[in-house]
């Protein structure tokens, strides 16, 4: 079974919960903003503002403070325990290879697991896993609550930025092979620095210096080389993604100015939408750095073995 | 060819022997058993110029520089030591020499059939493959190693222990042919593997003399 679904099975009470308080959280955020953008409309149509709306606006005002700070909360505490099952089923594993399953236990190799992909792994569970899930609900339910505010103006936002999306994600398929490439070295330049050190006896015996610095100097220069490529490949596509998504917002306040002047919606709505904007823009230019960070996790996850 | 005069080797504070004293002539076939543990590896690091001394003196043909030692001396230690390089490279440790010896050694560390089966044969990278190679055959490999160098002197610490029997009797075998005209010193927990040496010596026999 892929790790992945191991660590979501026996966590699924927690993921549960963390799926629950992102879709409560987000509903509760929607709610707020589409009452603010009526209070707007009622402020410049000069209406009379009710106390009962004030306090339907008011408990939306805290439910979205209490919703985000639990979504928040739950999100990383399943974050914790999918990352504690990973380290101990790692570990569990480990323990269990040395018992006789395998014939050497090659330090070099599980060190270099543990700081790497181990390390990654976690660090990606803690900061990023959690919040692709409140950010994708986000991202659906606002969509779902613009198309039917207004149709066009939905449009004017989503159709750029689709398009600016399949741009930024073909450029990111050619991430794939790289992060690979880069990881693969890595492992080859800790392998050696493990052997030389644990082979020292043997280089001094037959005068293996010269082979060993060589050895080491070409597994780090093709290291070096491999991250180096990536990261600049990442840093390309993550400040064109950057500039391009400006575009959608310019075209919204374009579009958006010229219909309220226009009378064809009222200012709240366009602040609705000005506010709405960021969650769905977010899910959708955030798209192609989630998909090359996870895959980059289940790259990651495939080099675990768990027990 | 070797004296060891009243050695004594301590390891983070710890005594590991004291007064230990060896002579082997040259071309002698020395054994050395004892129990796990009690310093029959550090004595042949200490030989081969790779531990220094807390006391005593160490000659090796003449030579009582480590480094100068560690150039005299063959090891096959109870560890392979492979890099991650090529079959041919952890063979060589990036020397020349001729392939006709290459060839032998291969021939008589029993490595020539399994590398025939490799498709880049003696140039197979180890690196990714530490999993895939078995004991025996990085032992092996470790051993032609040995045999590769031509030392006069060779240091062997327990080299068939990852071997099964069938091997073991094959390498041994061919250890014996190739330490014919060359000083040897064995050290093992195991006399059946000493059968022909001029000398079996117990480890504590060493010790205080």
New interface residues.
């Given amino acids: 079974m892929p790790v992945l679904k191991i660590l979501l099975k026996r966590n699924r009470i927690w993921v549960f919960a963390a799926i629950l308080a992102a879709l409560v959280s987000n509903l509760s955020q929607m709610f707020y903003f589409v009452f603010v953008g009526k209070l707007v409309d009622k402020i410049a149509g000069r209406q009379t503002i009710e106390y009962s709306f004030i306090a339907i606006l008011a408990v939306f005002m805290i439910a979205n403070v209490v919703t985000v700070s639990l979504n928040h909360y739950i999100g990383h505490m399943t974050a914790e325990k999918m990352a504690h099952s990973l380290r101990m089923g790692y570990a569990r594993k480990l323990l269990k290879k040395t018992n006789g399953e395998n014939r050497s236990c090659d330090a070099g190799q599980i060190m270099s697991v543990v700081q790497n992909e181990l390390a990654q792994a976690d660090a990606y569970l803690g900061n990023t896993f959690f919040d692709i899930f409140s950010m994708t609900f986000s991202g659906i339910l606002v969509l779902v609550f613009l198309l039917f505010q207004n149709a066009l103006l939905t449009m004017t936002l989503l159709i750029p930025a689709i398009l600016i999306l399949v741009y930024v994600l073909i450029l990111s398929k050619r991430m794939t092979p790289l992060v690979s490439e880069t990881q693969n070295a890595k492992n080859r330049m800790n392998h050696a620095v493990y052997s030389t050190v644990h082979a020292f006896p043997a280089i001094r015996i037959f005068d293996g210096e010269k082979l060993a610095m060589h050895t080491f100097q070409r597994e780090t220069t093709d290291w070096v080389r491999s991250a180096t490529k990536l990261e600049r490949r990442s840093a390309l596509y993550n400040s064109l993604s950057g500039v391009l998504s400006g575009i959608p917002l310019l075209l919204l306040l374009l579009a958006g100015g010229y219909m309220v002047l226009d009378g064809h919606i009222m200012l709240g709505t366009l602040i609705v939408f000005l506010n709405l904007q960021k969650s769905l823009m977010g899910f959708i230019m955030n798209l192609p750095a989630w998909i090359g960070g996870f895959k980059i996790f289940t790259a990651n996850l495939t080099r675990i073995e768990i027990e | 060819m070797i004296r060891l005069e009243k050695v004594s080797f301590s390891y983070d504070k710890q005594e590991i022997f004291r007064d230990l004293s060896l002579h082997v002539e040259k071309n002698e076939k020395v054994g050395i058993v004892g129990e796990s543990g009690c310093g029959k590896s550090t004595l042949l690091?200490l030989i081969?110029?790779?531990y220094l001394p807390s006391e005593g003196k160490i000659c090796v043909d003449g030579e009582t520089d480590p480094a100068r030692i560690?150039?005299k001396?063959?090891?096959v230690?109870q560890?392979p030591?492979?890099?991650?390089?090529t079959i041919m490279?952890n063979i060589t440790?990036?020397?020349e020499y001729p392939a006709e010896r290459i060839d032998r050694v291969c021939e008589e560390a029993q490595l020539s059939k399994w590398i025939g089966t490799l498709s880049e044969g003696i140039n197979t990278y180890l690196?990714?493959r530490?999993?895939e190679l078995?004991?025996g055959q990085a032992q092996r490999i470790?051993i032609a190693?040995a045999m590769c160098?031509d030392a006069q002197i060779i240091l062997l610490d327990e080299p068939t222990s990852a071997l099964d029997a069938e091997n073991t009797a094959a390498v041994l075998e061919a250890l014996r042919r190739y330490t014919v005209d060359k000083t040897v010193v064995h050290v093992t927990h195991r006399p059946e593997h000493l059968k022909g040496y001029d000398r079996i010596l117990k480890m504590e026999d060493l010790i205080g003399k």
């Fill in positions: 690091k081969a110029g790779l560690s150039r001396v063959s090891v230690m560890a030591m492979l890099l991650p390089m490279e440790m990036g020397h690196g990714d530490s999993d078995s004991g470790a190693r160098k």
